[in-house]
T-cell receptor
Framework: GAGVSQSPSNKVTEKGKDVELRCDPI?????LYWYRQSLGQGLEFLIY????????KSGLPSDRFSAERTGGSVSTLTIQRTQQEDSAVYLC?????????????FGPGTRLTVL | AQTVTQSQPEMSVQEAETVTLSCTYD???????LFWYKQPPSRQMILVIR??????QNATENRFSVNFQKAAKSFSLKISDSQLGDTAMYFC????????????FGKGTHLIIQP
């Protein structure tokens, strides 16, 4: 079946612009995760959704970052007033959400470059 | 907070050799889960193997096996009969279960398989 998909694959934007990154999880997966991968910080966990609910948003790097998930499926990560330090690969993962620990299946990521 | 340490930034071996990647972690939890993920240049993170901390038996998946030493908080990955397609970044990851905290990743080891 189809895996996790993310769009766009690459995004180049100017400092100060807003960007939206999209994640389409595997059909039927109720859990969804966002991570950021950068050279300096490695892989950082940003936020977790169970269904449409995100119980803890403290992993988001700043208040310029927000995420939502509607219909228990597609999720968007929005970065407002982008800064150069936001340049990174943003990875999304999904899991069935049925067990104590489910394997997370990752998408190919969105490479964001802020000029 | 948990930490994951991979002390080998890069390793290079000849095709068909056996290679071991190191990972140590720090946690005060008794039940948790450990993973090795592979990330080729395509950026797609692929699960290689997982281990539940309550299981004493080391996990094995074809050419991939782990040496899990719970007391030492060590979780190394052994790749037997290495192949050119094994060339990738390898990340060790920790989860306390439940999903809400996401995965905590190490900095990764770049493994190069030489022909």
């Amino acid at each position: 079946g189809a895996g996790v998909s993310q769009s766009p694959s690459n995004k180049v934007t100017e400092k100060g612009k807003d960007v939206e990154l999209r994640c389409d999880p595997i059909s039927g997966h109720t859990a969804l995760y966002w991570y950021r991968q950068s050279l300096g910080q490695g892989l950082e966990f940003l936020i977790y959704f169970q269904g449409n609910s995100a119980p803890d948003k403290s992993g988001l790097p700043s208040d310029r970052f927000s995420a939502e998930r509607t219909g228990g499926s597609v999720s968007t990560l929005t970065i407002q007033r982008t800064q150069q330090e936001d340049s990174a690969v943003y990875l999304c993962a999904s899991s069935p959400g049925t067990g104590t620990i489910d394997t997370q299946y990752f998408g190919p990521g969105t490479r964001l470059t802020v000029l | 907070a948990q930490t994951v340490t991979q002390s080998q930034p890069e390793m290079s071996v000849q095709e068909a050799e056996t290679v071991t990647l190191s990972c140590t972690y720090d946690t005060s939890e008794n039940n948790y889960y450990l993973f090795w993920y592979k990330q080729p240049p395509s950026r797609q993170m692929i699960l290689v193997i997982r281990q539940e901390a309550y299981k004493q038996q080391n996990a094995t998946e074809n050419r991939f096996s782990v040496n899990f030493q719970k007391a030492a908080k060590s979780f190394s990955l052994k790749i037997s009969d290495s192949q050119l397609g094994d060339t990738a970044m390898y990340f060790c990851a920790f989860s306390s279960g439940g999903g809400a905290d996401g995965l905590t990743f190490g900095k990764g080891t770049h493994l190069i398989i030489q022909p």
